[in-house]
């Protein structure tokens, strides 16, 4: 599986940006797609995963500000974040492989989101 993410960039704190990840390859084998994120430092961690049903898991620190949606048609997820916060800036990593709650063996290439005034 081949993932291409998309739509990181510099915003403002209270700002909103939307993260695109395309899914090529042998997507018959995915059933979650998600976002991870690794801030200098730290550990990469589980940002939000969807299912091809539509089931969600959120990080709670984001939850109420980030959605994820998935477009299975497009074999393409979304991840819009509104009221970022400058804790949010760190490097965006999609994933995809079989639980909500783990990462996938297949990632994209990161795409960073800086939220600074």
């Known amino acids: 599986v081949q993932l291409q993410a998309s739509g990181g960039g510099l915003v403002q704190p209270g700002g909103s940006l939307r993260l695109s990840c395309a899914a090529s390859g042998s997507i018959f084998s995915i059933n979650a797609m998600g976002w991870y994120r690794q801030a200098p430092g730290t550990q990469r961690e589980l940002v939000a995963a969807?299912?091809?049903?539509?089931?969600?898991n959120y990080a709670d620190s984001v939850k109420g500000r980030f959605t994820i949606s998935r477009d299975n048609a497009k074999n393409t997820v979304y991840l819009q974040m509104n009221s970022l916060k400058p804790e949010d800036t760190a490097v965006y990593y999609c994933?995809?492989?079989?639980?909500?709650?783990?990462?996938?063996?297949?990632w994209g290439q990161g795409t960073l989101v800086t939220v600074s005034s």
């Open positions: 969807i299912s091809i049903g539509g089931n969600t």
């Open positions: 994933n995809a492989g079989l639980l909500l709650w783990s990462p996938g063996s297949s």
